[in-house]
C-alpha cells in the first residue's frame, strides 16, 4: 500500500509523521532560530537557552539527515560551518511562528503560575 493510500485509508496520522520527522522540541527551536538565516555551530549555541553542544550536534546530525538543515563548510583553517534550512524546511516557518505567539500568549503564563 503506497503511503498516500495509507493516509486515506487512516492508517497513518499525519501529525504523528510529523512529529517523528521533527524529533524533539530541540529540532523544533533549532529550525525556528536557523529560519532567520543561515548560522554557525558556536551562533546556535549562544543563542538558544539551556542547550549544550552534544545535544546541538547530535540534534543537526538528525536534521541533516532527515532532509531538514543543510551544513556547508566555509574555511578548513580555521575550519568553520554553517547550517541552513532546506525548502522543506522553510514552509515550517509560518507554523513555528504560530507556535511562537502561542506560547507567549498561553504557555508563558502556564508557566509562571505557581503549582496547585
Not at 499525519?14 to 536557523?34: C, E, H, N, R
Amino acid at each position: 500500500m503506497t503511503r498516500a493510500k495509507a493516509v486515506q485509508a487512516g492508517n497513518v496520522c499525519p501529525m504523528v509523521s510529523a512529529t517523528k520527522l521533527l524529533g524533539s522540541v530541540w529540532s523544533m527551536v533549532i529550525i525556528s532560530y536557523l529560519v532567520q538565516g543561515p548560522k554557525g555551530f558556536n551562533e546556535l549555541l549562544k543563542a538558544v537557552p539551556g542547550l549544550n553542544s552534544k545535544t546541538l550536534s547530535r540534534t543537526l546530525k538528525s536534521l541533516q539527515r532527515k532532509g531538514l538543515v543543510e551544513r556547508r563548510v566555509l574555511n578548513l583553517q580555521p575550519f568553520s560551518v554553517s547550517y541552513s534550512l532546506t525548502p522543506m524546511a522553510m514552509e515550517l516557518a509560518p507554523i513555528l511562528e504560530q507556535l511562537r505567539k502561542w506560547g507567549i500568549k498561553w504557555a508563558m503564563q502556564n508557566s509562571r503560575k505557581p503549582p496547585a
